[in-house]
């Protein structure tokens, strides 16, 4: 049998036997992706089966906006993530976080609907941490890269006078009533919003087997100015990247 180090890595991590998968690679070896496969298929838990990566989020309308409720399994992105932050760390004197990743799929799922946003194209994104005592702007969020804006966040600089985001990201300390605050002070048509819920490690235990699920639950707010269509495919696109991070480490 053939199999790659990262997925004999992830199998192990996972508890999957190598012998009960299916290569894709060269000879039929065993890669990540194969590992990644084999753990993304709906899971039971207390009679409730958890969200399939390709199913819509639940929406609602409310206040002038389009809110999905969602939670998603981040386990594919604790995978790649914590090797990378690894790396970076040693490498880079910096290192990403999940809220990095997050941040760049809120950016790269708005871009999708172009029709919302500046000529140019252009994103800006305002950041809410810790009850909202930490503020940070990313001008031109959509021309960078994970590490960037890690680099950003991490030192944060004074948020421009009158500067206006096109999207805003709290974190999960952030409350409803403090969202809704943000949400009116935006003035952009098309301003979008991703508050950013609870993460939990979740034991699957299914015979003798355990599985370990990281979910993540959030909240994603878009005008009612975007026509629905438009809304419901940056909410399915924001879920399809957080279930395929790898994504997220290319700018296009």
Same mark, same amino acid.
């Given at each position: /049998?053939?199999? !790659?180090?990262?997925?004999?890595?992830?199998?192990?991590?996972?508890?999957i036997n &190598?012998?009960?998968?299916?290569?894709s690679? +060269? @000879?039929?070896?065993? /890669?990540?992706?194969d590992v990644l496969?084999?753990? #993304?298929? &709906?899971q039971?838990?207390?009679? =409730?089966?958890?969200?399939d990566?390709?199913?819509?989020?639940t929406?609602?309308?409310?206040?002038?906006?389009?809110?999905y409720?969602?939670? $998603?399994?981040?386990?594919a992105?604790?995978?790649? #993530?914590?090797?990378?932050a690894?790396?970076?760390?040693?490498?880079?004197?910096?290192?990403y976080?999940?809220?990095d %990743?997050i941040?760049?799929a809120?950016?790269?799922?708005?871009?999708?609907c &172009? !029709?919302?946003?500046?000529? !140019?194209?252009?994103?800006? $994104?305002?950041?809410?941490e810790?009850?909202?005592? /930490?503020?940070?702007a990313?001008?031109?969020?959509?021309?960078? !890269?994970i590490? @960037?804006?890690?680099?950003?966040?991490?030192?944060?600089?004074?948020?421009?006078?009158?500067f206006? +985001?096109?999207?805003?990201?709290c974190?999960?300390?952030?409350?409803r009533?403090?969202?809704?605050? @943000?949400?009116?002070?935006?003035?952009?048509?098309?301003?979008?919003?991703?508050?950013?819920?609870s993460?939990?490690?979740?034991?699957?235990?299914?015979? =003798?087997?355990?599985?370990y699920k990281? =979910?993540l639950?959030y909240?994603? %707010?878009?005008?009612?100015?975007?026509?629905?269509?438009?809304?419901? @495919?940056i909410?399915?696109?924001?879920?399809?990247?957080? %279930?395929?991070?790898?994504?997220?480490l290319?700018? #296009?």
């Amino acid at each position: /049998m053939l199999i !790659s180090p990262l997925a004999a890595k992830l199998c192990a991590a996972r508890g999957i036997n &190598p012998a009960t998968l299916s290569g894709s690679g +060269p @000879r039929g070896r065993i /890669m990540a992706a194969d590992v990644l496969t084999a753990g #993304s298929a &709906p899971q039971k838990r207390g009679g =409730t089966i958890l969200a399939d990566p390709a199913s819509q989020p639940t929406r609602e309308a409310k206040d002038g906006y389009y809110i999905y409720d969602d939670e $998603v399994d981040m386990s594919a992105l604790v995978a790649i #993530s914590m090797p990378i932050a690894v790396q970076c760390e040693k490498l880079l004197e910096n290192r990403y976080s999940l809220f990095d %990743y997050i941040i760049r799929a809120a950016v790269k799922a708005c871009s999708t609907c &172009p !029709s919302w946003l500046d000529p !140019s194209g252009k994103i800006d $994104v305002m950041l809410f941490e810790h009850k909202g005592n /930490m503020v940070t702007a990313i001008e031109n969020a959509q021309n960078k !890269s994970i590490y @960037r804006i890690a680099k950003e966040t991490a030192a944060p600089q004074p948020v421009p006078e009158n500067f206006a +985001p096109h999207i805003i990201v709290c974190d999960a300390h952030t409350s409803r009533d403090q969202v809704a605050a @943000r949400l009116q002070s935006g003035n952009r048509p098309g301003f979008a919003m991703l508050a950013r819920g609870s993460r939990e490690k979740d034991t699957i235990r299914a015979g =003798t087997d355990e599985k370990y699920k990281n =979910t993540l639950s959030y909240t994603f %707010y878009a005008a009612a100015t975007l026509p629905e269509q438009e809304a419901n @495919r940056i909410a399915a696109a924001l879920r399809a990247l957080l %279930y395929n991070p790898v994504r997220l480490l290319l700018l #296009s």
